[in-house]
């Protein structure tokens, strides 16, 4: 854990755990290394004055991301046939986000025909609930839009330059301004 990613008055706490993002009281796990540490794709990504503002938005959301954990850690072929999708789409109504319960998707795969050289789209539907990693895709894509999108800026001192003296040319040389 760096200095500049530590809040002033934090208390002193022991290392973080291994695989945790170094952002300071972040929940998530690290994925991205940036300048020596390692961090969440949301910190990562966000600007170094926002750290706080986005480690905030994570807390906030912490049943969703327990849910993004224990499905990164689901057996993808157990997922359709133990009913673990239903239980999903029931976990994700009881901690108030019904809109994402795992339904079927559909993807655009846009490619080059090598035959004309247009652009080729290519619509495939499919359903998340027997696809694991396109529910976790789509829950982690919503956390980074949350927790990143609209953070405001931090506050920065007001800096306008003010001239002192004459402005104008005709303020400098009155002879100038009537002439």
């Known amino acids: 854990m760096t200095l500049d990613r530590t809040p002033m008055?934090?208390?002193d706490q022991g290392p973080h755990k291994p695989g945790q993002c170094s952002a300071w009281g972040c929940p998530m796990w690290a994925g991205?290394?940036?300048a020596g540490d390692w961090m969440c794709a949301q910190h990562a990504f966000a600007d170094a004055g926002k750290t706080q503002e986005v480690t905030q938005r994570l807390r906030q959301r912490?049943?969703?991301i327990r849910t993004l954990h224990r499905a990164m850690h689901?057996?993808?072929?157990?997922?359709?046939k133990e009913g673990q999708n239903i239980a999903a789409g029931e976990r994700m109504r009881k901690i108030g986000?019904?809109?994402l319960?795992?339904?079927s998707v559909t993807l655009a795969h846009p490619y080059r025909d090598r035959h004309t050289g247009e652009t080729v789209e290519r619509n495939v539907t499919q359903d998340e609930g027997q696809h694991l990693a396109?529910?976790?895709q789509r829950i982690h894509g919503v956390l980074f839009r949350e927790c990143t999108n609209d953070v405001p800026a931090p506050q920065q001192p007001e800096t306008i330059?003010?001239?002192?003296?004459p402005q104008t040319v005709g303020d400098f040389l009155p002879e100038v301004a009537h002439g």
């Open 32 to 34: 991205i290394k940036v």
């Open 134 to 136: 396109l529910w976790v």
């Open 161 to 165: 330059a003010r001239a002192t003296g």
């Open 101 to 103: 319960t795992p339904m």
């Open 74 to 80: 689901t057996d993808p072929f157990a997922f359709d």
């Open 9 to 11: 008055n934090a208390p």
């Open 62 to 64: 912490l049943p969703l």
């Open 97 to 99: 986000r019904p809109d």
